[in-house]
């Protein structure tokens, strides 16, 4: 089992931006797919993007190039780096892994962290 702690949430006004990590325990961080879910209040979670273990990355189209999901091996660290920000992007944002690139894609994956509140106010 990988854990995974998100961690670079907060309170931003609109039109700021943040950027999320999510370090990685284990020594199958460079074999592994990585993604951050949102999920607003209300809602049910949401994919947002996801990095292969070669750096292929998906992005949902919704995100329109704001959002920017990398992978630093050496640090075993994912970061999610959210530009442009809007009130509508309040929400709790989780980060996955699993072996499987699809699987983080369709929300299947084995292992999620605890989530980080990113708040955006207007």
């Known amino acids: 089992q990988v854990q995974l702690v998100e961690s670079g949430g907060g309170l931003v006004q609109a039109g700021g931006s943040l950027r999320l990590s999510c370090a990685a325990s284990g020594s199958t961080f460079k074999v592994n797919a990585f993604g951050w879910y949102g999920q607003a209040p209300g809602k049910q979670r949401e994919f947002l993007c996801a990095i292969s273990s070669d750096g292929r990355t998906n992005y949902a189209e919704s995100l329109k190039g704001r959002f920017t999901i990398s992978r630093d091996n050496a640090k075993n660290t994912v970061y999610l780096q959210m530009n442009n920000l809007k009130p509508e992007d309040t929400a709790v944002y989780f980060c996955?892994?699993?072996?499987?690139?699809?699987?983080?894609?369709?929300?299947?994956?084995?292992?999620w962290g605890q989530g980080t509140q990113v708040t955006v106010s207007s």
């Open positions: 996955t892994t699993d072996r499987s690139f699809l699987r983080v894609i369709s929300g299947s994956s084995k292992d």
